[in-house]
């Protein structure tokens, strides 16, 4: 009876040993895998002005992937897809004091402002912008061992501005100077602010585990380098944020300048 058990554990582990050869195989010989992925991770702000510092935001997305072998290799493919990234940017003041002008939930440029604008004393800032990403790059994998192979990307991630609101901590003052009345003032609205074009290039290594029939799930951890920047508001009549000098009560309008570098945690379900 034993030796029976013995046996037939045998023959079972062989069969699931070629099943999962078999679909390991099956797909290693794929031109074209598809899914969905999604990703949760960290931004850095790299700052381009001494006015504003940076702190730690967080990022995440949502979308769909795809993976096509070359024709000369299967282990070297083209990888695209189309993605929306949901980010949260953080500033903070660190310099002089900052303001900026305001009628009810509208920034104003300083090309736009009234009298009857009210001031606001600027302590932190928080962008909630959403992209629309369009990736395109290279995958370099390795043949299967067992249900597992590993992988390594790099390519560009184009990011295209849908909507973007902004949080601000700080004051409300009468004019720069003036009464203080802490406030914070919530889904602000900040035209010409965020340029609507930007890119990263992106680097991240992972694993590919083919779980069931042709269906694999990819994880990998990835770096992006943002070499573009964030704020491109070329015309001064377009900038919002000014410092202001007392002695002479003139303000002096800037752009806040910054680039981005994400890093994340990627999951990747293909068939």
Avoid at 150 to 157: D, K, N, Q, S, Y
Wanted: glycine share 8%; net charge neutral.
């Amino acid at each position: 009876m034993k030796s029976l058990r013995f046996q037939l554990l045998v023959f079972s582990a062989l069969l699931l040993a070629k099943n999962n050869f078999t679909w390991a195989q099956a797909v290693s010989e794929k031109k074209l895998q598809g899914g969905v992925t999604g990703s949760v991770g960290l931004n850095f702000p790299k700052m381009g002005t001494n006015l504003l510092g940076s702190a730690t935001g967080f990022s995440s997305s949502f979308g769909v992937s795809f993976t096509k072998a070359s024709k000369e290799s299967q282990n070297i493919a083209l990888t695209g897809g189309l993605e929306f990234d949901i980010d949260r940017i953080n500033y903070k003041v660190t310099g002089e004091d900052v303001f900026y002008r305001f009628t009810d939930k509208v920034i104003k440029p300083q090309g736009e402002t009234v009298a009857s604008d009210l001031y606001f004393n600027l302590d932190e800032r928080i962008y909630e912008p959403l992209y629309l990403a369009l990736p395109v790059g290279l995958t370099f994998r390795t043949d299967f061992i067992g249900d597992y192979r590993a992988l390594f990307r790099f390519g560009l991630r184009n990011r295209f501005l849908l909507t973007n609101t902004v949080d601000d901590k700080g004051s409300i003052v009468t004019a720069p100077g003036g009464a203080v009345d802490l406030n914070e003032n919530i889904g602000m609205k900040a035209s010409n602010d965020l340029f609507f074009y930007n890119a990263n290039l992106g680097l991240s290594a992972g694993v590919e585990w083919n779980f069931s029939g042709s269906t694999c799930l990819v994880a990998e951890i990835g770096y992006n380098y943002g070499f573009m920047p964030l704020h491109l508001t070329r015309k001064e009549e377009n900038f919002t944020l000014f410092t202001y000098d007392q002695t002479s009560q003139t303000a002096t309008y800037f752009r806040n300048q910054a680039t981005l570098n994400q890093l994340h945690l990627k999951l990747t379900l293909l068939f």
